[in-house]
């Protein structure tokens, strides 16, 4: 199993794009002939050089009269010059008429300018009456004509071969008569998902399976590279279907994109099926860089083949780092403007020392307009890590920290993204996503990103300025919610509502309180350290010891899975709904929603903490007057179980 | 004809835009379900709550080994645990086993946990040997473990309405399981182009047509809005065929895009229309803005009309002013960013006091990156004046004039304009157009902004900085080409190439000299003022005047056509070759490609202004290079007749 050491010679990303060009020469890619009208955000593959002048004949600019410019010369206002009106012409129609001395013939914009005519008179300096036209003003040769070809003439090149085909260049290409275009074609990326536990979205899942993201969103990122995804879908760890799905891949396409299967633990897969397929066509067997340290480039056919890590954001990543500048030599797209932007950088963050980092982080604007960038500190694991991140920053191997206040360049994964207007860090609670929604309703341009951490953490981002709400429910042993906790803290609290807090359990379990739990009937699941619900658990068990005379420690050790946490209610809800615990502390409405039986234990207090310098930041303030509208009350109250509204929702409580 | 008068009632933008927003009430716009597939770019049209905990069980977060962490509490490097190895199980598989103390079973990224176990310890901190592990390190409860729902958890709203889905958005639902996605329909744009002159692309031009532009810009424009653009072609100066195209537009779309017609002067055909259409229709009657005056707004079926200039820069710019923003409402698209830039205003410039202004501009990059912008003083009805302007700048109406060097906000008309690395601007010749495709050839990534606008105009150009490189080609009385033209001035001078010039006429016709214009037997056509071939006209006329004993002033007067002015080599070529004129001045290459008899006159020195400050520029460098290079004498002496590439091209002269 000497592949298990294949991560041992590491390379760098510099290396890895200097292997990706020599090893992939971009020769003159494939050439289209396409209608104009599927042209626009094309490149073009030739020189377009103008079959025809344009104008095609002289033409007058201006709607008025095709004169002799002679004729009119020392004509003024006080001194009109007469003409006598030959006729007219219209744009688009052939022109018989001739203008002789002392002649004039109406003209439309656009119409061809009679023989014999060389300049045109305004209709607004003229005065038209019985078949004769008074000239108030003299013209000069030339005058308001627009002479064949002086616009475009024939054989200019008027467009060169590499433009982007905007609807300006769409607007030439008519001009000069053409339909269609030759651009360049665009390269086919097939995309292949590996691993035994994805399933494909729309299908139901299997036990312990998950669904596979990677497809669709290096789908997107490839459509947006402009190239043409091809999706191959999801393959398990079985060998010939593998190695089938990557020949099948490879005939069908220009470049082949996998993800997962590159970890050297379990499954060496990829790399036998590698060079088995063509000896030797493994290049780079993964990089000194965090995350995508399993990263695998292959040739075969001549084809290259990207193999990315697993993890969503990880594929991201990488994609973004290596597989996007590829795709853009073969596309001669220029990348879209606007995709690095500066930020400061949000706390003193270590890192390891001797690795580049490319640091997930997501950026919030701040009231004054500039942009603050905190790293995501969420496993890359998560999609939630994933959906957060706005885009990168790249720490060199050599530094092992990042300054406070720092001026980074975020490498955005998408032009499309836009920094948050508001940001939401806590606890998570459904009725936070309900106000939300209303506050998107009212105001659809305004961009909430909502991170679910639980209390504790949530007071610390707003602390640093990284949230401007941190929603929480943090139970004191003075019995008071959330107000303990933010003293001497340059935050304010804003009242929220109520909820019903219990113990869940299924249908046909018997649970009267801690005794069930201390004598070892029930398994118990437990929640994190730091989340509000496990300062309530905590507090009701030194009740309960305080009454039977026990020490907590002593208490803790006998429940059995008190030292099992999860971070959710849903998790506490699934996990007792399936078997795998008993029972388990959540708030009322996930014992509705997994139809569970609800002992309930006490009603907390869920309020909002806000940086004081954040109280007057206008979506800030709309998200207060949501909680005090009525409709909040009443569409929280109704979806939510458990959930009440009080009087003084809305209201400053520090 | 009262309707004559109806530009006296003016409106201005921002009463356009009032009046916008409260006749076309944006109601709640069509919703559609797509393949997530599709999704990219579109925008959510309902908040996505999950339907399931992320993940749906209790999995591992790395390669390792799930055990009790109770059973490894106090393990280092020096005194492992050793623990029983149960099995292995594997991501996307069943787990049977169950971990008990002193157990261990291993597990791969993703797998589920096994029962009992509340840890996995990473692969790193093991040494698997003889169906026991020794564990190096302590594990912590929950440690490497993702918890179910810890990631997403069932009935958080996880995406909201009015979301734009880039890739990581389609990640997300596709992580949900969720196939097809709710979104807002596309609103349907029919595009119209009035005028009897217009014909469409692909189609052959009849006499005194020119092809329709607006009809493709707006489809490109509409497309690139986010909307579905519907073409519904050309039609004539024809009131019912108008009326009829008209209503079928309504019928099949919810907004109707016209351009032409609708200028006061001829043709009040539009209005006449609206009015049967639906008496009172008509909203807006004209615009106190420059350029788009012309532009008219109704209201037709509920739905709106918009009915822009003819003359494609200004069409383009009321598009952008008023129907972009109304289509972005209906979209809910975000205007895509980096949209406006800063620049400083290359000149002076006088404009019109109390009226508006939408200066077209173009916009070059600085050596140092700064961005300068330059009106665009090329007439609006020119194609080459709206595929030279990058977007414009916003001139307010009470003021009369603009600074030089006056920071300016430029709107680009499209995120996917870049300004150009290389700017050309000057007298028209092929060989400067075989020049820059050589140049461009080797480096795709430059941009080539080439503008033909005369010798003189081109010299002018690159004293202001506005252009890098001026092709010029002047003579002066001295007999010497150029380098007089550039003395006194911050100028230096490249060598270029040579080009034969001559006349042409017809094959049919006989021409010797000057005696046959003289005699009036033939008709001239002349070059405008200004141009080098002017300038060797006047020359050459001059020399026959001392020889015939004329004055210049009768010898012009008795030379028939010598007052028709045209702007290019073209336009003179087309002009004698269709018979308007019998004899003009060209370069050899417009003769034989208008297959017309020529007689040369000289040759003449065609070279390269630059400015001192911008030699050291690498784009003008590159140039230069060009100029030396064995490719261009090749292929410039091939291609085009009459040119010759010196020893000494690309030498500085002065």
Redesign the interface.
Same mark, same amino acid.
């Given at each position: 199993m000497g592949m298990r050491k294949i991560f041992r010679k590491l390379a760098t990303v510099e290396e890895a794009a200097a292997v990706i060009r020599e090893s992939f020469t971009v020769e003159d890619f494939k050439v289209e002939l396409i209608p104009?009208?599927d042209?626009?955000?094309r490149i073009l593959a030739e020189?377009v050089?103008s079959p025809?002048?344009?104008?095609?004949?002289?033409?007058s600019?201006m709607?008025?009269y095709a004169v002799r410019?002679?004729d009119t010369f020392g004509a003024d206002e006080t001194r009109p010059v007469s003409l006598r009106l030959k006729g007219r012409v219209?744009?688009?129609?052939?022109?018989e008429l001739e203008v002789s001395v002392g002649e004039a013939v109406e003209v439309?914009?656009?119409?061809?300018i009679p023989?014999g005519a060389?300049a045109v008179v305004m209709?607004e300096y003229t005065m038209e009456n019985d078949g004769a036209i008074q000239v108030f003003r003299s013209a000069s040769? &030339?005058e308001n004509i627009?002479?064949? %070809? =002086?616009? @475009?003439?024939? &054989?200019?090149?008027?467009l060169?071969? %590499? =433009?982007? @085909?905007?609807?300006?260049?769409?607007?030439?290409?008519?001009?000069?008569?053409?339909?269609?275009v030759k651009v360049y074609a665009k390269p086919k990326v097939a995309i292949l998902s590996t691993?035994?536990?994805?399933?494909?979205?729309?299908?139901t899942?299997?036990?312990?399976?998950?669904?596979?993201?990677?497809?669709?969103?290096?789908?997107?990122?490839v459509?947006?590279a402009g190239c043409i995804p091809i999706?191959m879908g999801v393959v398990?760890?079985d060998e010939l279907k593998f190695k089938s799905s990557l020949t099948k891949a490879l005939t069908s396409s220009d470049v082949v994109i996998t993800s997962g299967s590159t970890?050297a633990?379990?499954?060496d897969m990829m790399y036998r099926v590698l060079e088995e397929l063509e000896p030797g066509s493994i290049l780079i067997h993964g990089l000194s860089v965090k995350p995508g340290k399993p990263t695998v480039i292959a040739r075969v056919m001549g084809k290259p083949i990207f193999g990315l890590p697993?993890y969503?954001a990880s594929a991201?990543t990488i994609f973004n780092l290596l597989v996007k500048p590829y795709l853009a030599s073969l596309t001669?797209l220029?990348p879209?403007?606007?995709s690095v932007v500066e930020a400061r950088f949000a706390m003193k963050l270590v890192k390891a020392l001797g690795r580049r980092e490319l640091m997930p982080v997501h950026v919030i604007r701040e009231d004054g307009g500039g942009l603050v960038a905190y790293p995501i500190l969420k496993?890359s694991?998560?999609?939630?890590s994933?959906?957060l991140?706005d885009g990168y920053i790249d720490v060199p191997a050599h530094l092992n920290f990042l300054e406070e206040g720092e001026v980074v360049n975020v490498h955005l994964?998408?032009?499309?993204?836009?920094p948050a207007d508001l940001v939401l860090i806590g606890s998570?609670c459904?009725a936070v996503?309900c106000a939300?929604?209303m506050l998107?309703?009212r105001d659809?341009?305004c961009?909430?990103k909502?991170v679910?951490v639980g209390s504790t953490a949530g007071l610390n981002a707003a602390v640093r300025g990284e949230a401007d709400l941190a929603g929480i429910h943090l139970l004191h042993s003075s019995g008071v919610y959330n107000e303990p906790y933010i003293k001497n803290k340059p935050l304010q609290l804003v009242r929220g509502y109520n909820r019903v807090q219990g113990f869940a359990f299924r249908k046909n379990v018997s649970f009267q309180g801690f005794d069930d739990l201390i004598s070892g009937r029930l398994t118990f699941i437990n929640r994190?350290r730091g989340s509000g619900t496990r300062v309530l658990i905590d507090m009701l068990l030194e009740d309960y010891c305080r009454r039977a005379n026990l020490s907590f420690r002593q208490a803790a050790a006998r429940i059995k899975g008190f030292?099992?946490?999860?971070?959710?209610?849903?998790?506490v809800?699934?996990?007792v709904k399936t078997g795998?615990a008993d029972v388990g502390v959540v708030m009322e409405?996930?014992a509705a929603?997994y139809d569970l039986n609800f002992k309930p234990i006490s009603v907390e207090e869920y309020d909002f903490a806000v940086r004081r310098d954040k109280v007057n930041k206008p979506e800030v303030k709309a998200f207060i007057e949501t909680l005090k509208s009525d409709e909040f009350k009443v569409e929280a109250e109704a979806r939510i179980p458990g959930v009440t509204v009080p009087e003084d929702a809305g209201e400053f409580k520090l």
């Open positions: 104009l009208t042209a626009l955000g020189d050089a025809l002048d344009v104008p095609g004949f002289d033409r600019a709607d008025g410019a002679e219209e744009a688009g129609h052939s022109v439309s914009t656009g119409a061809p023989r060389n209709v040769p &030339g627009t002479s064949a %070809g =002086s616009d @475009i003439s024939i &054989g200019e090149v008027i060169r071969r %590499g =433009s982007t @085909i905007t609807y300006r260049e769409m607007g030439v290409l008519a001009a000069l008569g053409l339909s269609q691993g035994d536990e994805l399933a494909s979205p729309g299908s899942l299997k036990n312990f399976q998950v669904y596979d993201v990677n497809s669709y969103s290096l789908f997107a990122a459509r947006e999706m398990g760890d970890s633990g379990f499954g697993g969503p991201m001669r220029q879209p403007g606007g496993g694991g998560a999609v939630t994933f959906s991140a994964y998408s032009p499309r993204l836009k998570h459904p996503d939300v929604s998107i309703n659809p341009s961009r909430v909502a679910n994190n030292n099992v946490e999860c971070k959710t209610h849903s998790s809800a699934s996990a795998k409405a996930y929603w």
